[in-house]
């Protein structure tokens, strides 16, 4: 896999990268990068730039103990199993599931057997497969993104996938009958942001017109890709709903004026990123830590 020098972004370099491409996101994370925050988790992030001596600090000097209780994820804007990131992920490991409800990545990456026996052995790890059917425009494979799923399973890594954006008139679904072989029933799909001068130049006008004037909301046109879903025998779930159901009972359970302390002292090193108003996402931060 290629390596890239590019500031964010990986080497998996999505044509539609919510990091790079979309101005909106670009300026929040050009302001700050350590947390991001969204309705199903809280997401700790190591520095892009990784000779900035001051950010790789504030990144291990952050105090994990406003994680307690928390469902955490390791590296939003970037991929979290890409080798740069290392040390970063074994400290996120090692120090933040021992107090987290959940630790969880997403990943584009074509993840090792050995570090997936590595995150079997971490009761409350779970892993999100981005899988869109999008591979004219991501240097990865759906083939791939296939055979994690199945190694997930084999190693007992509990995994879970989403369509991470859909892209009408692009994303290939034919992959969604062999989810359901390899024993996935539910899933979850994502729209996309569109900005038309990044996006004009690979997308088909015939997609094109799904997205035109949307101003980088995130838009999931209904084109029949629920239909799909359902003729494969696959059931529709959010993300949110999985961690929620796998974590009822994981502790620890924080009273809610200590939740609602730690999410405050939390707030000013975040990024809210969620189609959500603020208010619902702090709301939603709180409520994760009881
Ligand atoms: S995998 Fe994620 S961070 Fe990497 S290029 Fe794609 S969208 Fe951007």
Redesign the pocket.
Same mark, same amino acid.
């Given at each position: 896999m290629r390596e890239v020098n590019e500031k964010y972004?990986?080497p998996?370099?999505?044509k539609y990268?919510? /990091?790079?491409k979309v101005e909106c996101r670009k300026k929040l994370w050009d302001k700050k990068t350590l947390i991001g925050l969204n309705r199903a988790v809280t997401i700790l992030n190591p520095p892009p730039d990784k000779n900035d001596k001051k950010a790789l600090a504030e990144f291990y000097d952050f105090p994990l103990e406003l994680l307690c209780g928390d469902i955490v994820g390791f590296n939003a /804007?970037?991929?979290p199993f890409w080798m740069k990131y290392e040390n970063e992920l074994k400290y996120f490991l090692e120090n933040v599931s021992p107090l987290a409800k959940l630790v969880v990545c997403v990943t584009?990456f074509n993840v090792s057997d050995e570090m997936l026996k590595k995150l079997s052995r971490i009761p409350n790890f779970r892993l999100n497969v981005s899988i869109t059917g999008l591979d004219a425009v991501?240097k990865t494979k759906t083939s791939d993104r296939l055979d994690l799923l199945r190694r997930a399973k084999k190693f007992k890594v509990k995994a879970f996938p989403i369509v991470h954006p859909y892209i009408a008139g692009m994303s290939d679904l034919s992959f969604l009958p062999e989810l359901k072989k390899l024993g996935y029933d539910f899933i979850d799909f994502k729209g996309l942001r569109y900005n038309h001068e990044n996006m004009k130049t690979w997308m088909p006008k015939n997609s094109q017109k799904f997205y035109r004037g949307t101003e980088e909301k995130e838009i999931l046109p209904e084109d029949g890709w629920r239909e799909k879903v359902e003729s494969a025998g696959l059931k529709l779930q959010s993300l949110k709903k999985w961690y929620k159901k796998d974590c009822k009972n994981f502790q620890p359970k924080l009273k809610e004026k200590e939740a609602r302390e730690s999410v405050g002292k939390i707030l000013p090193f975040a990024n809210i990123t969620s189609s959500a108003t603020d208010a619902e996402v702090i709301r939603a931060s709180i409520l994760r830590r009881t």
């Open positions: 972004g990986c998996i370099a999505c990268c919510v /990091i790079t /804007i970037s991929d584009k991501e």
